[in-house]
């Protein structure tokens, strides 16, 4: 595939000459400007798992623990925890002072209403604590307890992991809210305030600090320690437009590019004004994420049909470039480098690629030329590149392709739908998941195969729910890399969903700005702005 043509807008950066609108400068040390990697087009973290919200969440609402750049839960808004010997009683107290934004404090029945609904969404965590419990009660206004029928020693990383849906605290009236309906409401628990009054989806999303905010008195690291803000406002610029981004960035009328265009990171780099750097070493894993309710990748043969097909150096050539040192090809489900990673059973993504076999698989399947709905969000770079790469691929092996061009947030929309694709449902989306989600089944959503409670496409294997309840059974490291090993072939067969590849991109900022960090997310505490 042909790698994106972007040397013309990189000229026009270079320049300094942008035809953009032009923003207000950023000039103001106590106002952050901020371009996320996509349009915030919905703020409910437990309804929609994209990393966006998020991240926007992650300002509004303050979270019971959360884990450290190591991958560590520490206690956040807990004060103290306690587990039972056989870890089926779980006991929590939160810390005192602890506020919403509307001024009213903070409630163990808060937590509580808060988990409920939660888990209703988390399927690799959040569902096996939900089948597992007996009672989940208030005990007073500050501490909470699990009593579970079957112990559950991975408590405090599921309570404080970052991989989507995290587990926010909400007032316990919003968080009453069918977890399968969007909130309305944004009372959050965390350092900054959402202004909804000045929220405009598509072009603005402002969050204002909040005074009434105690944080913990330890020094911050990824989502642990005390969450700082140096700022009265942090306001998020929706720049789809990579290049307009960067220019953006170049003239000063934004401080810090959450996700800058590969192809325009030299340019970037030639201005001394200008910080780039690698955003999260882990990388990420992008994803071709298929429907598995209905015709025709209700059949193994189609899924694999496009597996052994697909390409992941096209892929990666799409999303990132030419520069092999910032992605490789990934025969496997977990993150490279890590204790955990494990090529068994990836041979389906290794080697030639196999057209004709492809088309075999299809005729045997019965494929007869049924229209394949694909969602790609076009205002993302990355999953623009792997939505045109995959429709060459499908057109190739003899599929046929509707494009349905969408932004973000519409396609966050139509891929919860269970509805049949020609009635407003889909079969293929991309997205992509961060390296620190996929280093084991536990923070791991997308590789959930539990069919009605797992993630978009409801995959259904009872193999791979086997193999990933080995992993949670394993006694040691040896035990858990024999788990995962089995855990990865058994996904590659049955098919998932299709890694196209493991990669990592850069963040962007003005040298104005210190203390920025490398995270799977952006981390605003104790960034700090001459």
Not at 45 to 68: A, C, E, F, H, K
């Amino acid at each position: 595939m042909r790698r994106r043509t972007l040397l013309t807008a990189a000229g026009a950066i270079a320049a300094g000459s942008l035809a953009a609108p032009r923003l207000s400068r950023a000039a103001d040390s106590k106002v952050l400007k901020f371009v996320p990697q996509a349009n915030l087009a919905n703020l409910d973290p437990i309804w929609t798992t994209q990393y966006v919200v998020r991240n926007g969440s992650l300002l509004i609402w303050d979270m019971l623990l959360g884990v450290d750049d190591q991958l560590r839960p520490q206690p956040q808004m807990v004060e103290s925890y306690e587990a039972s010997p056989d870890f089926k009683v779980w006991t929590f107290k939160l810390r005192p002072g602890l506020k919403f934004h509307d001024g009213e404090p903070v409630r163990a029945r808060d937590a509580v209403a808060s988990i409920n609904r939660w888990m209703a969404r988390d399927a690799p965590m959040g569902v096996p604590i939900k089948k597992r419990i007996d009672a989940l009660e208030a005990v007073d206004d500050r501490t909470f307890r699990f009593r579970l029928s079957q112990p559950y020693p991975k408590m405090l990383f599921a309570l404080g992991k970052s991989s989507t849906p995290c587990l926010f605290v909400m007032p316990e009236r919003i968080a009453a809210t069918d977890p399968f309906k969007q909130i309305t409401e944004y009372v959050g628990s965390g350092p900054m305030r959402f202004r909804q009054d000045e929220w405009v989806p598509g072009a603005k999303a402002v969050f204002e600090k909040f005074d009434g905010y105690v944080p913990r008195t330890e020094k911050a690291n990824w989502l642990s320690g005390g969450k700082r803000i140096n700022f009265d406002r942090i306001e998020w610029q929706i720049i789809p437009d990579g290049a307009t981004a960067a220019g953006a960035l170049q003239n000063g009328e934004v401080d810090w590019v959450e996700t800058p265009v590969t192809d325009l990171v030299p340019s970037l780099r030639q201005n001394p004004a200008i910080a780039v750097d690698i955003a999260d070493p882990l990388g990420n894993i992008g994803s071709f994420r298929i429907n598995h309710l209905y015709p025709p990748f209700n059949d193994e043969r189609v899924r694999r049909a496009v597996q052994i097909a697909l390409s992941q150096e096209d892929y990666m050539g799409a999303v990132i470039g030419s520069d092999e040192s910032l992605w490789k090809t990934l025969p496997s489900f977990f993150t490279p480098g890590t204790p955990l990673y494990t090529e068994n059973g990836g041979d389906p993504l290794k080697g030639r690629r196999d057209y004709d076999g492809a088309k075999q698989l299809l005729a045997e399947a019965g494929y007869k030329n049924e229209p394949i709905i694909l969602l790609v969000a076009t205002d993302v770079a990355i999953t623009k590149a792997q939505g045109d790469v995959t429709a060459d691929l499908l057109k190739r092996i003899g599929m046929n392709v509707q494009y349905q061009a969408l932004d973000w947030g519409t396609v966050g929309q139509r891929r919860a739908s269970k509805e049949p694709p020609d009635k407003g449902g889909w079969h293929i989306f991309h997205t992509w998941h961060a390296g620190a989600d996929c280093v084991n089944p536990a923070p791991y959503t997308a590789l959930d195969a539990s069919g009605p409670t797992a993630w978009f496409g409801w995959p259904k294997s009872d193999l791979v729910q086997e193999k990933i309840a080995a992993w949670y059974a394993a006694p040691d490291l040896a035990a858990e890399k024999v788990a995962i090993a089995e855990l990865n072939k058994a996904a590659m067969d049955f098919v998932v969903y299709i890694p196209t590849g493991w990669f990592k991109f850069y963040q962007a900022w003005r040298t104005s700005l210190s203390g920025v960090t490398k995270a799977p997310f952006p981390v605003f505490w104790d960034v700090t702005k001459a």
